[in-house]
């Protein structure tokens, strides 16, 4: 069976196999005569049939991830509390705030229990043998209980409801995010780890974006709804946004979920290549010889990586949580929600489209000057934000910074995984949730700093948060001057291939 025109070049930019072969030779003969089906499969769901060999299979659950962690906690939480606050001050604790203070503690909750629940999720899928496989079923079960702590959000019509609602989503979350960040590590080599991480954030930003902007057309109906007294009718609007959200995460995680062929932990990788230079330079087999000392601390790389990475995801947490009362009261947009939505399609748009030239890029050339060029365009448009007076000027403004978030994810995650041991990858990598946390520390706790300001100074608080952004993006990049310019720091960047766990 050949393939058709049409899906041709799709498949090539995914596909293991000789591209002299067809897809029907890549699948074994006894499924090939089992199931005639099979070979009826529409040419859109041909990645589903090669298992862990098609990368769209290893990213598709971020795709849903994203749109749960975004939709919700840029979408629908924002306006949840901006709700609360139109009723009254939030008083929580010994605390009484306003509608950054409580987005800020909300915000930073969530991430606290993520900075816990990740390394240890990762750490044990790490160690896990059991089927359905070694990752799999931590999504399968992360996914049914994420879907229960969104459906738990539409009953919350208190802070304190809102707030635990938030924590159950990061801790099931959570569950699936620790282990899937790891499947690139188990089954892509050194040399396309920067087009993995790639397309990976072309489904992050993805999802994130659709879901973002769907949510806050739909929660613009809610907040109106809701300061005309509305009550009913606006929860209406918060089902059906919260339903939304928690179909497409189902649907992309149970995507990965089911089409991952089941590898024991020390099982061999599959081949990604058939070239015998693009396999991993250690699998997972192989790290059960006898070769040395193993490992006990993180590399140093390692460990500075992780504090630039505090500082840029500080910057563009700061950015998306308080977006919605910029818009609202620095610009002096009317309709923030609405506003912000499509703010976000630029973003969406301007970031998906260099992801994946950015990884390859990383793959040929190394992180350095990419980072650099990130932090230009990153801290040039959170200072022309100073100035935007229109809805038109936020729009041009979000080019540059959808082009520095789409760099900044691509290649940061690319780095990450080649600067972590591949038998311990999802526990390592569960360690960005905490740079994730401190980096958020430092954006969301501006809230009640913000508020502070504007009482004394109308926009002083937003003027100073967005100064603070953007020597952030400056300063991410110039730290890891300490990382070698390679996938892997500095011994893989002369030796063109991911350190070997021996030595790091």
């Known amino acids: 069976m050949r393939l058709s025109f049409a899906a041709q070049p799709f498949l090539r930019e995914h596909r293991v196999v000789n591209s002299s072969k067809t897809l029907a030779d890549s699948v074994p003969v006894a499924a090939q005569r089992g199931n005639i089906l099979l070979r009826k499969v529409p040419a859109v769901l041909a990645p589903w049939r090669r298992g862990p060999s098609s990368l769209t299979n290893l990213n598709a659950y971020a795709f849903g991830l994203s749109a749960v962690f975004t939709g919700v906690g840029s979408g629908v939480m924002p306006l949840m509390i901006t709700g609360l606050t139109d009723r009254g001050r939030i008083h929580f604790l010994w605390m009484d705030m306003d509608k950054n203070g409580g987005i800020a503690i909300v915000s930073l909750a969530g991430l606290i229990i993520a900075a816990l629940i990740q390394p240890v999720a990762g750490y044990l899928s790490d160690r896990s043998n059991t089927t359905p496989g070694q990752r799999t079923q931590f999504l399968a079960v992360g996914a049914v209980g994420l879907g229960l702590a969104v459906l738990s959000l539409g009953f919350a019509d208190v802070f304190l409801a809102m707030l635990a609602a938030t924590i159950a989503i990061q801790v099931f979350g959570n569950i699936i995010q620790g282990p899937a960040q790891a499947l690139l ?16 954030n072309v489904f992050k930003v993805a999802g994130a974006g659709i879901a973002v902007v769907a949510v806050l057309l739909l929660m613009n109906n809610y907040q109106i709804r809701l300061r005309n007294g509305d009550v009913e009718a606006a929860r209406v609007w918060l089902w059906i946004s919260l339903v939304l959200v928690l179909i497409v995460m189902l649907i992309s995680v149970g995507w990965t979920s089911l089409s991952l062929r089941h590898r024991r932990a020390g099982g061999a990788l599959p081949a990604f290549a058939q070239d015998e230079r693009d396999l991993p330079s250690r699998t997972v087999s192989d ?27 500080g910057a563009m947490s700061a950015m998306q949580v308080y977006s ?32 994946v030239p950015a990884g390859r890029l990383q793959d040929r050339f190394g992180h350095r000057v990419l980072l650099l060029v990130a932090a230009g365009f990153g801290a040039a448009g959170a200072l022309l934000l100073l100035s935007a007076s229109a809805l038109a000027h936020v729009l041009l403004i979000g080019v540059p910074l959808g082009i520095a978030i789409g760099i900044f994810l691509s290649v940061t995650w690319a780095m990450a995984n080649g600067l972590v041991p591949r038998t311990k990858a999802a526990q390592n990598l569960g360690y960005t949730s905490l740079a994730t946390l401190l980096g958020a520390v430092l954006g969301r706790l501006g809230g009640p700093g913000i508020d502070a300001l504007n009482a004394n100074t109308p926009k002083l608080g937003y003027d100073v948060m967005l100064g603070i952004v953007a020597l952030a993006f400056i300063i991410s990049p110039l730290l890891l001057t300490r990382v070698g310019d390679g996938p892997g720091g500095r011994k893989g960047a002369r030796q063109g291939r991911a350190i070997p766990e021996g030595d790091s």
């Open 324 to 355: 919605i009362p910029f818009l609202e009261d620095a610009v002096g947009l009317e309709n923030p929600a609405l506003d912000a939505a499509l703010l976000a399609i630029v973003l969406t748009v301007t970031a998906g489209a260099v992801a």
């Open 287 to 313: 790290a059960a010889a006898p070769s040395g000392p193993k490992p006990t601390t993180l590399r140093g790389e390692y460990l500075w990586f992780l504090v630039s990475l505090v500082f840029v995801v």
């Open 185 to 200: 590590i188990d089954h892509v080599p050194p040399s396309r780890m920067g087009s993995a991480a790639g397309l990976l």
